[in-house]
Protein backbone atom coordinates (compact mmCIF):
# COMPACT_ATOMS: atom_id res chain seq x y z
CA UNK A 1 0.00 0.00 0.00
CA UNK A 2 1.06 3.69 -0.75
CA UNK A 3 0.09 6.48 1.12
CA UNK A 4 -0.87 9.22 -0.80
CA UNK A 5 -1.60 12.94 0.14
CA UNK A 6 -3.88 14.86 -2.00
CA UNK A 7 -4.47 18.42 -2.53
CA UNK A 8 -6.83 20.10 -4.62
CA UNK A 9 -8.76 23.31 -4.97
CA UNK A 10 -12.20 21.71 -5.78
CA UNK A 11 -14.13 20.83 -2.88
CA UNK A 12 -15.87 17.45 -4.75
CA UNK A 13 -12.74 16.39 -6.15
CA UNK A 14 -11.87 15.52 -2.40
CA UNK A 15 -15.29 13.51 -2.27
CA UNK A 16 -14.54 11.65 -4.85
CA UNK A 17 -10.85 10.62 -3.52
CA UNK A 18 -12.82 9.40 -0.51
CA UNK A 19 -14.76 7.39 -2.97
CA UNK A 20 -12.42 5.70 -5.01
CA UNK A 21 -9.44 5.51 -2.67
CA UNK A 22 -8.47 3.05 0.22
CA UNK A 23 -10.09 4.79 3.15
CA UNK A 24 -7.43 4.96 6.17
CA UNK A 25 -8.89 4.05 9.54
CA UNK A 26 -8.31 6.82 12.72
CA UNK A 27 -5.10 5.26 13.74
CA UNK A 28 -3.46 4.97 10.29
CA UNK A 29 -4.61 8.89 10.07
CA UNK A 30 -3.05 9.83 13.59
CA UNK A 31 0.30 8.10 12.70
CA UNK A 32 0.05 8.97 8.60
CA UNK A 33 3.56 10.74 8.92
CA UNK A 34 5.02 11.49 5.25
CA UNK A 35 3.36 10.64 2.40
CA UNK A 36 4.85 8.23 0.15
CA UNK A 37 3.46 9.99 -2.90
CA UNK A 38 1.70 13.79 -3.62
CA UNK A 39 -1.36 14.33 -5.81
CA UNK A 40 -1.54 18.41 -6.39
CA UNK A 41 -4.68 18.90 -8.84
CA UNK A 42 -5.05 22.81 -9.56
CA UNK A 43 -8.08 21.91 -12.08
CA UNK A 44 -8.69 25.56 -12.59
CA UNK A 45 -5.10 26.45 -13.30
CA UNK A 46 -3.81 26.16 -17.61
CA UNK A 47 -1.07 26.28 -19.23
CA UNK A 48 -0.85 29.46 -21.29
CA UNK A 49 2.05 28.71 -23.18
CA UNK A 50 1.13 25.12 -24.78
CA UNK A 51 1.69 26.23 -28.19
CA UNK A 52 5.12 27.79 -28.22
CA UNK A 53 6.35 24.75 -26.30
CA UNK A 54 4.77 22.07 -28.59
CA UNK A 55 2.03 20.62 -26.53
CA UNK A 56 -1.57 19.62 -27.66
CA UNK A 57 -3.52 21.31 -24.99
CA UNK A 58 -3.44 23.96 -22.37
CA UNK A 59 -4.14 20.92 -20.12
CA UNK A 60 -1.26 18.64 -18.45
CA UNK A 61 -0.43 16.31 -16.04
CA UNK A 62 2.67 15.71 -15.11
CA UNK A 63 4.38 12.95 -13.27
CA UNK A 64 7.80 13.73 -11.23
CA UNK A 65 8.80 10.31 -10.14
CA UNK A 66 12.11 11.66 -7.93
CA UNK A 67 10.12 14.01 -6.03
CA UNK A 68 6.62 11.22 -6.03
CA UNK A 69 4.45 13.76 -6.53
CA UNK A 70 1.74 14.35 -9.78
CA UNK A 71 0.47 17.62 -10.77
CA UNK A 72 -2.61 18.32 -12.94
CA UNK A 73 -3.69 21.12 -14.51
CA UNK A 74 -6.76 22.87 -16.50
CA UNK A 75 -9.16 19.15 -16.19
CA UNK A 76 -11.34 18.73 -13.92
CA UNK A 77 -12.16 14.93 -14.65
CA UNK A 78 -11.75 13.13 -11.37
CA UNK A 79 -10.23 9.76 -13.04
CA UNK A 80 -7.27 12.07 -14.01
CA UNK A 81 -6.43 11.13 -10.12
CA UNK A 82 -7.36 7.73 -9.56
CA UNK A 83 -5.99 6.89 -13.32
CA UNK A 84 -2.27 8.66 -12.06
CA UNK A 85 -2.13 6.70 -9.27
CA UNK A 86 -2.69 3.47 -11.15
CA UNK A 87 -0.16 4.65 -13.70
CA UNK A 88 2.31 4.82 -10.87
CA UNK A 89 1.06 1.11 -9.23
CA UNK A 90 2.12 -0.07 -12.83
CA UNK A 91 5.29 1.63 -12.25
CA UNK A 92 6.22 0.11 -8.57
CA UNK A 93 4.53 -3.22 -8.39
CA UNK A 94 6.39 -5.06 -10.99
CA UNK A 95 9.52 -3.96 -9.67
CA UNK A 96 8.00 -6.21 -6.37
CA UNK A 97 7.04 -9.20 -8.77
CA UNK A 98 3.78 -8.19 -8.67
CA UNK A 99 1.63 -7.81 -11.65
CA UNK A 100 -0.48 -4.51 -12.05
CA UNK A 101 -3.89 -4.95 -14.09
CA UNK A 102 -6.52 -2.95 -15.46
CA UNK A 103 -9.11 -5.43 -15.09
CA UNK A 104 -12.22 -5.93 -12.60
CA UNK A 105 -12.62 -8.80 -10.51
CA UNK A 106 -15.10 -11.18 -8.80
CA UNK A 107 -15.10 -14.78 -7.14
CA UNK A 108 -17.64 -17.16 -6.40
CA UNK A 109 -19.20 -18.94 -3.84
CA UNK A 110 -16.59 -21.52 -4.10
CA UNK A 111 -13.62 -19.37 -4.12
CA UNK A 112 -13.58 -19.47 -7.96
CA UNK A 113 -11.72 -15.94 -9.71
CA UNK A 114 -12.64 -14.12 -12.17
CA UNK A 115 -10.89 -11.16 -13.81
CA UNK A 116 -12.49 -9.10 -16.80
CA UNK A 117 -9.34 -7.24 -19.03
CA UNK A 118 -10.69 -4.33 -21.19
CA UNK A 119 -10.31 -0.98 -21.72
CA UNK A 120 -12.77 1.65 -20.44
CA UNK A 121 -16.33 1.11 -21.47
CA UNK A 122 -16.34 -2.64 -22.80
CA UNK A 123 -18.04 -3.51 -19.79
CA UNK A 124 -15.37 -4.32 -16.95
CA UNK A 125 -17.61 -2.73 -14.18
CA UNK A 126 -20.93 -3.97 -15.51
CA UNK A 127 -19.80 -8.04 -15.39
CA UNK A 128 -18.10 -7.57 -12.43
CA UNK A 129 -21.08 -6.72 -10.48
CA UNK A 130 -22.91 -10.31 -10.47
CA UNK A 131 -25.09 -10.89 -8.66
CA UNK A 132 -24.53 -14.45 -8.15
CA UNK A 133 -21.24 -13.35 -7.09
CA UNK A 134 -18.93 -11.49 -4.42
CA UNK A 135 -17.10 -8.40 -6.40
CA UNK A 136 -13.36 -7.62 -5.35
CA UNK A 137 -13.18 -4.91 -7.73
CA UNK A 138 -14.48 -3.30 -10.93
CA UNK A 139 -10.72 -1.59 -12.59
CA UNK A 140 -7.58 -1.69 -10.84
CA UNK A 141 -6.51 -5.26 -9.37
CA UNK A 142 -2.84 -6.86 -8.32
CA UNK A 143 -1.78 -10.31 -8.63
CA UNK A 144 1.20 -11.49 -5.99
CA UNK A 145 2.04 -14.78 -4.68
CA UNK A 146 -1.44 -15.37 -2.64
CA UNK A 147 -4.02 -14.12 -5.53
CA UNK A 148 -5.60 -11.01 -6.64
CA UNK A 149 -6.21 -8.19 -4.57
CA UNK A 150 -8.35 -4.73 -5.11
CA UNK A 151 -5.93 -1.10 -4.82
CA UNK A 152 -9.06 0.70 -4.29
CA UNK A 153 -11.99 1.54 -2.42
CA UNK A 154 -14.62 2.46 -4.57
CA UNK A 155 -16.57 1.84 -8.06
CA UNK A 156 -16.33 4.52 -11.10
CA UNK A 157 -18.70 2.97 -13.38
CA UNK A 158 -20.29 4.64 -16.74
CA UNK A 159 -24.17 5.59 -16.65
CA UNK A 160 -24.73 6.46 -19.80
CA UNK A 161 -27.92 4.91 -20.81
CA UNK A 162 -27.79 3.50 -16.88
CA UNK A 163 -31.38 1.74 -16.18
CA UNK A 164 -31.94 0.04 -13.08
CA UNK A 165 -33.15 -3.12 -15.64
CA UNK A 166 -30.13 -3.75 -17.25
CA UNK A 167 -27.84 -2.74 -14.15
CA UNK A 168 -29.48 -3.20 -11.06
CA UNK A 169 -26.49 -2.85 -8.75
CA UNK A 170 -25.10 -0.04 -10.50
CA UNK A 171 -28.21 1.86 -10.22
CA UNK A 172 -28.71 0.86 -6.94
CA UNK A 173 -25.62 2.20 -5.71
CA UNK A 174 -26.42 5.75 -7.02
CA UNK A 175 -27.35 6.63 -3.29
CA UNK A 176 -25.45 9.21 -0.20
CA UNK A 177 -22.08 9.37 -0.73
CA UNK A 178 -22.27 8.09 -4.68
CA UNK A 179 -20.94 11.39 -7.09
CA UNK A 180 -22.60 11.57 -10.63
CA UNK A 181 -19.95 13.27 -12.77
CA UNK A 182 -20.42 14.70 -16.45
CA UNK A 183 -24.35 14.29 -16.40
CA UNK A 184 -27.19 16.33 -17.91
CA UNK A 185 -29.50 17.70 -15.01
CA UNK A 186 -32.95 18.66 -15.64
CA UNK A 187 -34.86 22.41 -13.92
CA UNK A 188 -36.18 19.66 -10.96
CA UNK A 189 -32.74 17.99 -10.58
CA UNK A 190 -33.52 14.47 -12.32
CA UNK A 191 -31.00 13.25 -13.84
CA UNK A 192 -31.40 11.68 -17.79
CA UNK A 193 -29.08 9.13 -18.48
CA UNK A 194 -30.10 9.30 -21.74
CA UNK A 195 -28.73 12.48 -22.63
CA UNK A 196 -25.34 12.30 -24.79
CA UNK A 197 -25.05 16.14 -25.32
CA UNK A 198 -22.08 16.79 -22.84
CA UNK A 199 -20.63 13.26 -23.19
CA UNK A 200 -20.60 9.49 -23.10
CA UNK A 201 -18.37 9.77 -20.47
CA UNK A 202 -20.84 10.20 -18.03
CA UNK A 203 -19.69 9.07 -14.64
CA UNK A 204 -20.63 7.69 -10.98
CA UNK A 205 -18.23 6.88 -8.36
CA UNK A 206 -19.21 5.49 -5.03
CA UNK A 207 -17.56 3.14 -1.76
CA UNK A 208 -17.13 -0.37 -2.99
CA UNK A 209 -20.03 -1.14 0.19
CA UNK A 210 -22.88 0.76 -1.79
CA UNK A 211 -22.36 -2.94 -3.63
CA UNK A 212 -24.38 -5.63 -1.54
CA UNK A 213 -22.00 -8.59 -2.52
CA UNK A 214 -18.93 -8.26 -2.31
CA UNK A 215 -15.71 -9.37 -0.31
CA UNK A 216 -13.88 -7.30 2.10
CA UNK A 217 -11.19 -6.60 2.48
CA UNK A 218 -11.31 -7.08 -1.42
CA UNK A 219 -8.58 -9.68 -2.06
CA UNK A 220 -9.50 -13.50 -3.42
CA UNK A 221 -7.06 -16.36 -4.27
CA UNK A 222 -5.42 -16.79 -7.52
CA UNK A 223 -8.00 -16.21 -10.95
CA UNK A 224 -9.22 -19.30 -12.50
CA UNK A 225 -10.73 -17.51 -15.56
CA UNK A 226 -9.62 -14.78 -17.27
CA UNK A 227 -11.46 -12.89 -19.72
CA UNK A 228 -10.58 -10.47 -22.43
CA UNK A 229 -13.37 -7.91 -22.86
CA UNK A 230 -12.92 -6.25 -26.51
CA UNK A 231 -15.24 -3.62 -28.98
CA UNK A 232 -13.19 -5.11 -31.92
CA UNK A 233 -15.58 -4.26 -34.96
CA UNK A 234 -13.23 -6.30 -37.30
CA UNK A 235 -14.23 -9.71 -35.98
CA UNK A 236 -10.34 -10.49 -34.86
CA UNK A 237 -11.30 -11.94 -31.57
CA UNK A 238 -14.89 -13.68 -30.85
CA UNK A 239 -17.06 -11.68 -28.76
CA UNK A 240 -15.63 -13.67 -25.68
CA UNK A 241 -12.24 -14.50 -25.87
CA UNK A 242 -10.93 -16.85 -22.83
Known amino acids: RLKVRFVMEVAWQAHFVTNMFIRPSIYELETFG ?3 FIV ?3 SKAVNPHWKEQGL ?3 NFVIFNLTEKIQIIGGTWYGGEMKK ?3 AMMNFYLPLRGIASMHCSA ?5 GDVAVFFGLSGTGKTTLSADPKRYLIGDDEHGWDDNGVFNFEGGCYAKVIDLSEENEPDIWRAIKRDALLENVVVDEYGDVDYYDHSITENSRVSYPIYHINKIVLPS ?3 HA ?3 IYLSADAFG ?6 I
Not at 106 to 110: I, M, Q, R, S
Open 236 to 241: VLPPVS
Open 34 to 36: EPD
Open 84 to 86: GMF
Open 106 to 110: NVGEK
Open 56 to 58: NSE
Open 224 to 226: SKI
Open 219 to 221: KAG
Open 40 to 42: MNG
